[in-house]
């Protein structure tokens, strides 16, 4: 198969400010009917770019997909914060192929990322990718969501994910671009979602369907878990996080409610937002579980004992540093959400 590609630069190109982009939707067997496909619908992203874009042999994915159940492949994501070397590959990633389409769960943090997931898909099948199901609005989740809607799927996400995602559109993306690299991110954009889901709802894969649960407030106000009828495993997200430090941006009460609900349902695995990629269930909560209880308990405790909030954040939730890894990027940020909700309590 051939695949179009543009180069795509920072202003005037030169060493290390250009990166070459991968450009979804032109595939075709022959390299005349990929150009055929660039003449016919010249593409919107290489149109200020310094040379048109062309074609060329489709080549192998850089990211790693294990198949962990029968037409189910996951994708661990760095435990790390986006940065040039991993390029926002710091989230997991998964795809379900069925007989008839193909459903990705994520999309890593920018553009590039989202051209692997991409090829690691062909990789292994040329069904359409009817879907992109987004868990939920963070960046590191859906930068990588455009070029696989190139690709023909219609992006899904919970009910109010268009509105968290066209509010933070700016800020996201000059904090990853700041992160990772102008270079490295260019072509990166802000997906917005095709179709929202309210409560339940099923993406039809031919033998199989992913049934799609619209979660209360909790990791953030815009979750959504994704199960595999054919396998039962559940696709999270950021409900869990198992080894990477948990990020608390919605409601804690909601997160310890909804994480009590999930772990009553049957699965046989469960794909996390961060570490894994594939959980035991309900056991692989369990760490989750216990750091939501101590963040929770020490926060009633500092408001109890009339601790400001300054001074509380220092404290709220050490007892669980060693447990994590990249804790005090987040814990204290968890400790203010908490704070700020429990003292309404
Ligand atoms: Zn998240």
């Given amino acids: 198969m051939f695949e179009a590609l543009v180069t795509l630069c920072l ?3 030169g060493a290390g400010s250009c990166r070459e982009a991968l450009l979804p939707g032109y595939a075709a067997t022959t390299e005349t009917g990929c150009r055929a496909a660039l003449a016919a619908r010249p593409p919107e992203i290489a149109r200020d770019a310094a040379a048109p874009a062309r074609c060329a042999p489709r080549r192998a994915s850089r990211l790693a997909f294990d198949e962990v159940a029968p037409g189910v492949f996951a994708h661990r994501g760095e435990i790390a ?9 710091v989230s997991n990633i998964a795809f379900v192929i069925g007989a008839a389409a193909v459903a990705v769960i994520d999309t890593g943090g920018s553009r590039a990322v989202g051209e692997e997931v991409y090829l690691a898909v062909r990789e292994r099948s040329e069904l359409p990718i009817a879907a992109v ?9 859906v930068f990588g969501a455009p070029p696989l809607a190139e690709a023909g799927a ?3 996400g919970r009910a109010g994910l268009g509105r968290a995602l066209s509010d933070r559109a700016g800020s996201y993306g000059e904090a990853f671009a700041a992160l990772i690299g102008p270079a490295g991110f260019l072509g990166s954009r802000i997906p917005a979602p095709d179709r929202e889901v309210a409560e339940d709802e099923a993406i039809d894969l031919g033998d199989r369907r992913l049934e799609l649960r619209a979660r209360p407030t909790a990791h953030t106000a815009s979750d959504l878990t994704a199960t595999d009828s054919a396998t039962g495993i559940l696709f999270t997200g950021d409900l869990v996080f198992a080894e990477h430090a948990p990020a608390l941006d919605g409601s804690l009460r ?5 994480l009590a609900a999930m772990r009553a349902e049957a699965a046989p695995l469960v794909v996390p937002g961060h570490g894994g990629p594939v959980l035991p269930w309900p056991d692989g909560g369990a760490a989750l579980a216990r750091y939501l209880d101590v963040l929770a308990a020490d926060t009633r405790a500092a408001l109890d004992a009339g601790r400001p909030l300054s001074a509380a954040a220092r404290t709220i939730g050490q007892g669980e540093a060693a447990n994590w890894r990249l804790f005090d990027l987040y814990n204290a940020r968890n400790a203010t959400v908490a704070y700020t909700e429990l003292e309404w309590e």
């Avoid at 914060?81 to 590959?89: I, Q, S």
């Avoid at 909601?254 to 909804?258: C, H, P, S, Y």
């Fill in 254 to 258: 909601g997160w310890q409610a909804v």
């Fill in 133 to 141: 199901i987004l868990t939920h609005m963070h960046p590191d989740h």
């Fill in 11 to 13: 202003g005037a190109a």
């Fill in 154 to 156: 219609e992006i899904v």
């Fill in 81 to 89: 914060e986006p940065g040039p070397d991993n390029l926002g590959d």
